[in-house]
């Protein structure tokens, strides 16, 4: 560290240019975050200091962390329900597996070919082993697999709802039913899914089945909040109880998440954008996402590149053999795109920050580049 400071202003110019340096939202396709909403971020900002970790201090954020889990809850149909606020998918995915080794006391836990990385994160960092299950054609999970790889160690079984390459959703129904003839529960990774299946009328996913002992959705994603945003659901308190630790010298008794320091500001943000938009309000961002999906579809049909499976969601992914290449090209004319490794090829996220304009010139240069 410097010996004494430089003024506020050099320094506030040095992280300017740092920050417009980078390639702006408009031109990147590969990513699951996007422009938070300007109300999340001015409720941000008015709970800057607040830390949820220590919430006795500042109650009223305990209060929208309650409100932001139960609309979620609501919005994905689950009557009864518990959970918490998040810093995201991974830290959902690593506590839901969490709560479930420890209620089961299991030594291993099976996942989807398709999962996110994260989940392999949670088997490093709780030391269970983690069975990897098949794909069907639909790079959906394959229930009969899954079903065979279970065993009396087998403590949970994790299924998507939104895969990170495709946007793939596993057959909820049958993997419930399966999952409560053998009584393991399951853990359904909707990071990205929960805030875009409930504005999909032809989505009619339902979350609220028998052996699903948790949910994760991360209104950081398409929730239009700011970074931190996560939310975890659990179906029973017994869950939520498994990874409970006290938490003697501060203002509140216990505390269920991973990071003990925690911004109470993003409870604020997700409350004010949940508020402001409604559910009317999410359903004309998804519908315009949705739009741009199809749009890029047809371009990329045109250049003969066709969608590995019929998107649920605004994610799509093209085979592309010659991937790095391309995403390499796409860079230097300052685009972003994804690689997705199963099947190898181009993958896009058409969030609510893709304009159609952008698509066609992005296009426009794909079409040069091959
Ligand atoms: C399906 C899925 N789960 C979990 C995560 C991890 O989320 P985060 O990066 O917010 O921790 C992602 C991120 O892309 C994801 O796509």
Redesign the pocket.
């Known amino acids: 560290m410097r010996k004494s400071g430089r003024s506020e202003e050099e320094v506030l110019r040095e992280l300017e240019e740092m920050w417009n340096s980078r390639i702006p939202y408009e031109r990147v396709f590969s990513s699951?975050c996007t422009k938070p909403h300007p109300i999340a971020v001015k409720a941000f900002l008015l709970f800057i200091e607040s830390n949820l970790g220590d919430f006795g201090i500042f109650p009223s954020v305990k209060e929208l962390e309650d409100k932001v889990v139960s609309i979620s809850a609501e919005l994905l149909g689950i009557k009864k329900f518990c959970g918490y606020m998040t810093?995201?998918?991974?830290?959902a995915?690593i506590q839901a597996l969490r709560a479930l080794r420890n209620v089961k006391r299991g030594k291993n836990f099976i996942a989807p070919k398709s999962r996110?990385f994260?989940i392999d994160k949670a088997s490093d960092i709780l030391g269970v082993e983690m069975k990897i299950a098949p794909l069907n054609e639909e790079y959906q999970v394959d229930v009969s697999a899954l079903e065979e790889m279970i065993d009396e160690n087998t403590f949970g079984i994790v299924a998507?709802a939104?895969?990170?390459e495709l946007g793939q959703i596993d057959p909820l129904e049958e993997i419930s039913k399966m999952a409560s003839e053998c009584d393991i529960p399951v853990h359904v990774?909707a990071?990205?899914g929960a805030f875009v299946i409930p504005f999909i009328d032809e989505l009619d996913v339902n979350f609220s089945l028998p052996s699903i002992s948790s949910i994760s959705g991360?209104p950081?994603?398409m929730g239009m909040s700011v970074i931190p945003s996560?939310i975890l659901l659990f179906s029973e308190e017994k869950y939520m109880d498994a990874i409970k630790v006290r938490t003697p010298y501060l203002t509140t008794k216990h505390q269920y998440s991973l990071p003990g320091t925690r911004p109470g500001a993003s409870a604020a943000a997700t409350y004010a954008v949940f508020e402001h938009l409604g559910k009317e309000g999410y359903r004309k961002i998804v519908e315009r996402c949705m739009r741009n999906t199809k749009l890029i579809i047809e371009l990329m049909e045109e250049l003969g590149f066709e969608p590995v499976i019929e998107p649920k969601m605004n994610i799509v992914t093209f085979e592309m053999e010659d991937i790095d290449r391309i995403r390499e090209e796409l860079k230097k004319r300052r685009w972003l795109v994804s690689k997705s490794l199963n099947p190898l090829g181009m993958r896009l996220v058409i969030m609510p920050h893709v304009e159609e304009e952008n698509l066609k010139l992005f296009v426009e240069d794909l079409k040069r580049i091959i």
Do not use: V
């Open positions: 699951m810093s995201g998918g991974t830290e995915n996110h994260s998507l939104g895969s990170t990774d990071a990205f991360d950081h994603k996560g």
